[in-house]
């Protein structure tokens, strides 16, 4: 597994739905066109670097969009990959760090009050980490909290679309990104898509 592969992975689901992003982006109607550049440019900034360790080809990649890219987009990605530069200082891609992959690329950040998730993926969640049924003022997952249950559901290859849903649903109300429901959109995609390579490593 490396960034090259996942990016390029992104790059082109972003590519499949560019004309859907488009016509979702209400004022410009040039998102998937803004989408497709950023990751490109991502794709082939981190396969230049493919030799450094994973810090140093998303702290490039972070440069060369801020640079050649100009759009609000563009901005926030180049902020999520500095971001997720400084994360990864020190440590190498693996399966059980693709949540902090996303976390950091799409500006997630914890709320104050932690959000309580209850429900289908209240339940879920709470079963996958082993935690006993609990009222539900006490239902309470933060950020961290969902995205090592959403690895684990991932590597389960058992996921349902109700459920990757609800787990994008849950980062993209904790993201910047979030604000519009184009940028919703496409932020989905894109951390749907790195997630999904968690069900190849399943032992």
Request: hydrophobic fraction near 35%; avoid cysteine; proline fraction near 3%.
């Amino acid at each position: 597994m490396d960034l090259s592969t996942i990016f390029e992975s992104v790059t082109a689901q972003l590519t499949d739905q560019q004309s859907t992003l488009n016509e979702a982006d209400t004022y410009n109607h040039d998102h998937g066109d803004h989408m497709v550049q950023i990751f490109s440019l991502i794709q082939n900034a981190v396969s230049q670097k493919s030799e450094q360790p994973v810090a140093e080809q998303l702290n490039y990649a972070s440069q060369v969009v801020e640079k050649e890219a100009d759009s609000g987009s563009a901005k926030l990605y180049a902020q999520g990959l500095a971001k997720a530069a400084q994360n990864f200082s020190g440590s190498e891609l693996q399966p059980d760090t693709l949540g902090l992959l996303v976390k950091s690329l799409l500006n997630v950040e914890e709320p104050p009050q932690k959000k309580q998730e209850t429900g289908f993926l209240g339940s879920l969640l709470s079963g996958l980490m082993g935690k006993p049924e609990t009222p539900k003022e006490d239902q309470k997952l933060g950020i961290d909290e969902l995205l090592r249950a959403g690895m684990a559901f991932y590597q389960s290859k058992q996921e349902g679309g109700s459920t990757t849903e609800a787990l994008m649903g849950a980062l993209m109300a904790a993201s910047p990104l979030g604000a519009s429901s184009h940028r919703s959109m496409s932020g989905s995609l894109v951390g749907s898509t790195i997630m999904d390579f968690a069900k190849s490593f399943k032992n």
